[in-house]
């Protein structure tokens, strides 16, 4: 590999004909590789495909197995005694010319496309745009030459101008390479570490078409790593879809692999659709890739899916469409949470629907146009093709349009709630568009609607509604809230929720934007889950108790306030074994302090006499720190200890030295996990003003010495009822 901190291009197949040559691992903490050497054959010729030009600079070629690779390559074309003839292209490296020739080739330097007559190897280390470069250089390998491919892409990506998406910056030569069954990808791969080698041997099967098919075609083929399947096979079996004609022989091969039919299968909550195997989940995406590009669906603006009729629903055919002039408070930027990248476009509510297979028209004001606002219909961006089954469509349902122009014409095959995605940058306090032939949805935003509006804006007929204040917004379907009295009181209380978790987290209560939990037939991940923008929550009795002020003000919810509690957590900063355990810290804390129901609230922790069992059943039976990491609520006991004996305080003051020190800081250049253990250890100590050493032992957390010695002028504290563990 080239040095650690350089980029390489990886490679994927669309036909069965290239031969994997060596591999790479895609990230140090994935258990997946990826190619960065292959070949194969187009007409007489051959294409070897390197995934970095860097492989015929100096710096590399200096090296022994790349000088065997070139030699290799030059022997794979013809063995001696031929003298072979080499051309490179322009802005070759001088190191390249050194190395042919010290293999006793005659190398010269291509004009272009221009090759002479008789040349044997093409050594190609920049991009071809032009078409007539294209077909010159594919007759030439047609007829029997040899390309030789090092990757521009790592160069191009480096020196892409940011401003633009990285679809400018494709390469294009991927148009004759692909017929070749050769895709140079747009991943990049780092080296893991000094001197990191490729793999030559044991190629996964999940690089190769050819090998796909093979274990596709294979019925004890029954699972496969979710992982593998999205950075491996999905994407060789996507590339050999769009490379192919419907018509050609492998594509009807792979159709009758995947038992591929002329409809569309459409999953719902009373037919699931079974997707348990590998086979039936490619089978599932590349029906519907094919009856898309079949209804020519990007393109279609009336196209309705059948499956939008019961997710995310129909809107009423008798449903007044409008004319709306729509006001929007622009609430934008980070607020010290873990958010996305910097350039990242947070959505908007504008409290409308976009229904299925009908046009909308935005109109934004010119004034607007250097803000790059985007219009979004729908909000369940979520891909479930990782799922056994799908009990609605398995895809991103929803759909974006860049609001370039006066008058924007946006569509979708599904529907959806429409939305304004504005960037994190920008500096407006508001923006005001007008949407027309929309559907009013229910929206009620606290204290901007009366509740005398509220009994209006509840009969709006979309299928979705949203109740929002500036702190959080509810997205949930519009049956939810049909009798649902008084959304004042509601979202009161939520805004209590989310002020008590912005004290414990130290972050301002007035947030630059609300967090969001929506509603989904189908939850991508476990029960409920949370990413950067948005908590994912099932249809259920959760989401029923969630809409009701007096169920949520008693009783709780554990799940939501959990899930929020993940949006609040220290993540550059908390050791890995607590992920699970801090986001609790906001779930007990919102039932202390908003609802007044003390620290033992869930069936783990029923009371203060059941939490000590769960210690004392963990420290009677060899406890260690690999077994507290994998408990969350025994390592939740031992937090509840700390609360018990030095109060909230101590746990808020720990927060506020970890929110001046910016966990962001810690995302891309991580402390080691011992490192993050001692934080931890040393700002709890500090914070309690006691020396916590004997405590984390009798845990058997792993505090380092330094650490410990940064405490020895605190006083010594140990709970009574763990004495009896401490080592004598």
């Given at each position: ?342 350039d990242y476009y947070r959505l908007h509510s504008t409290g409308v629907y976009v229904p299925a297979g ?371």
């Amino acid at each position: 590999m080239p040095d650690t901190g350089k980029f390489v291009s990886a490679f994927y197949t669309t036909n069965e004909a290239p031969n994997i040559v060596a591999t790479h691992r895609l990230a140090p903490q994935v258990e997946v590789s990826t190619t960065v050497i292959m070949s194969s054959a187009l007409g007489k010729g051959q294409i070897f495909a390197i995934g970095s030009s860097e492989y015929f600079e100096s710096k590399l070629l200096s090296d022994h197995n790349v000088q065997k690779l070139l030699k290799n390559i030059l022997e794979n074309v013809s063995t001696p005694p031929k003298k072979l003839k080499v051309a490179v292209t322009k802005t070759a490296d001088a190191a390249l010319l050194n190395a042919l020739k010290a293999n006793k080739v005659k190398v010269y330097i291509a004009d272009g496309s221009k090759l002479q007559s008789g040349t044997d190897i093409y050594f190609l280390t920049n991009d071809v745009k032009d078409t007539t470069e294209l077909k010159a250089i594919e007759k030439y390998i047609s007829d029997g030459g040899s390309l030789v491919y090092g990757s521009p892409y790592p160069g191009i990506f480096k020196h892409r101008d940011q401003t633009k998406s990285y679809l400018n910056d494709l390469v294009k030569i991927n148009s004759l390479l692909a017929k070749a069954g050769i895709f140079n990808a747009y991943s990049l791969i780092q080296a893991n570490h000094i001197n990191d080698t490729l793999n030559l041997k044991d190629v996964p099967f999940y690089l190769s078409v050819k090998a796909i098919f093979k274990q596709l075609a294979n019925p004890a083929f029954k699972a496969i790593d979710p992982t593998e399947y999205a950075y491996g096979m999905e994407p060789n079996l996507e590339l050999t879809f769009s490379n192919n004609a419907d018509t050609s022989q492998i594509i009807k091969k792979l159709k009758s692999i995947l038992a591929i039919s002329d409809t569309l299968a459409v999953p719902t909550l009373k037919n699931p659709i079974d997707i348990s195997t590998p086979a039936k989940k490619a089978g599932y995406q590349f029906s519907k890739y094919l009856f898309d590009k079949s209804h020519n669906i990007d393109k279609a603006t009336d196209f309705v899916y059948p499956e939008s009729k019961s997710f995310p629903g129909e809107v009423p055919k008798n449903a007044k469409r409008t004319v709306e002039q729509i006001n929007i408070d622009v609430k934008v930027g980070s607020q010290g949470l873990a958010d996305p990248y910097p350039d990242y476009y947070r959505l908007h509510s504008t409290g409308v629907y976009v229904p299925a297979g009908e046009k909308v028209s935005i109109v934004v004001d010119p004034k607007y146009k250097n803000q790059h606002l985007k219009a979004q219909i729908g909000i369940h961006n979520d891909d479930l093709k990782h799922m056994d089954n799908l009990v609605r469509a398995g895809f991103d349902l929803t759909r974006s349009f860049e609001l370039d122009k006066d008058t924007t014409t946006v569509f979708s095959p599904y529907g959806g709630l429409l939305y304004i995605k504005i960037s994190d940058s920008c500096t407006l306090k508001s923006i005001t568009i007008t949407a027309s032939a929309v559907v009013k949805a229910p929206y009620y935003k606290l204290e901007k609607n009366t509740l005398a509006e509220w009994e209006t804006i509840k009969n709006n007929p979309a299928p979705w509604a949203e109740l929002a204040t500036n702190n959080i917004i509810l997205t949930v379907p519009s049956y939810r809230i049909k009798n649902l009295k008084n959304p004042e009181s509601l979202m009161k209380f939520w805004d209590q929720v989310m002020d008590a978790d912005a004290d414990l987290a130290n972050i301002n209560r007035n947030r630059t934007h609300p967090e969001r939990i929506i509603i989904d037939n189908q939850v991508a991940y476990g029960y409920m889950y949370t990413v950067w923008d948005k908590i994912v929550a099932p249809d259920d009795q959760s989401c029923a108790w969630m809409l009701d002020e007096k169920i949520v003000g008693t009783k709780g919810s554990w799940g939501h306030f959990h899930e929020l509690g993940h949006r609040h957590q220290f993540w550059g900063l908390d050791m890995d074994e607590v992920s699970e355990v801090t986001t609790n810290l906001y779930s007990i804390y919102v039932y202390d302090k908003v609802l007044k129901k003390g620290l033992y609230n869930h069936d783990a922790i029923r009371n203060k006499e059941e939490v000590e069992k769960k210690i004392q059943s963990y420290l009677q039976n060899q406890p260690t720190f690999e077994k507290w990491g994998k408990d969350p609520f025994l390592a939740l006991s031992m937090y509840i200890q700390i609360i018990e004996n030095f109060g909230w305080d101590s746990i808020i003051k720990a927060n506020k030295i970890y929110r001046e020190m910016d966990p962001s800081k810690y995302y891309d250049h991580p402390l080691s996990n011992q490192q993050r253990i001692d934080l931890w250890y040393t700002t709890i100590c500090k914070t309690t003003n006691a020396n916590l050493s004997s405590f984390f032992e009798v845990w058997k957390i792993p505090v380092s010495e330094k650490a410990k010695s940064n405490t020895r002028n605190y006083k010594t504290w140990l709970p009574t009822e763990l004495v009896a563990y401490l080592p004598h």
